[in-house]
């Protein structure tokens, strides 16, 4: 699952709801939607997948593989009866050939014990929730980095492809880039 991807709803929400393919909960006189589905819908095109993802995590306090059962099931029942598709950054292009990536002096990062994270912009009230990975970038590229670097760091702690690696990268940095919480700047020499 990309989690820099995010829901497109096709059509609107009341005939999904109509569909009786989400979890409804009955309660003496009323029916409503799982309260995760019902956080889903309302913010679907407000968040990515790996934020939404996030949320669930803390709010409904739940575990990483309860979450993933949640989500994966959701999307599945949403794009399977085509009331949804998936939409990811990784159809933007950013041009990284000899720029540095930046991050921007004015965002704040606070970083939880549990190993998520937020990025913070206030000046464009743009959030991002962040975890493993991301973190690890985010913290590497606390000075001008170039792709390659960034790219040379995560192969030298994870033991993946290196084109699994660029890929990843690339959608991040779409993200962040998207947010402003960082700037491409054409590469001076760092020696």
Not at 40 to 60: S, Y
Not at 88 to 101: S, Y
């Amino acid at each position: 699952m990309n989690l820099n991807a995010k829901i497109k709803l096709n059509g609107d929400v009341e005939k999904i709801l109509e569909s009786g393919i989400m979890f409804l909960t009955v309660t003496e006189d009323k029916i409503e939607l799982n309260a995760a589905e019902q956080m889903i819908i309302n913010h679907h095109d407000n968040f990515t997948l790996g934020e939404i993802k996030t949320i669930l995590r803390e709010f409904f306090q739940l575990d990483n593989e309860n979450v993933d059962f949640i989500l994966e099931e959701f999307i599945f029942k949403l794009t399977d009866k085509g009331f949804a598709e998936l939409v990811g950054v990784e159809d933007k292009k950013i041009d990284i050939n000899n720029k540095d990536i930046v991050r921007k002096p004015d965002i704040e990062f606070i970083e939880d014990e549990d190993g998520t994270g937020v990025l913070r912009n206030f000046k464009l009230g743009q959030l991002l929730f962040v975890n493993g990975t991301a973190i690890r970038i985010w913290n590497f590229i606390e000075k001008p980095r170039s792709f390659d670097d960034i790219c040379d760091y995560l192969l030298s702690i994870y033991d993946v492809e290196s084109c699994t690696v660029k890929k990843e990268i690339k959608e991040f940095l779409a993200v962040i880039l998207e947010k402003e919480f960082i700037e491409l700047r054409l590469q001076v020499n760092r020696s």
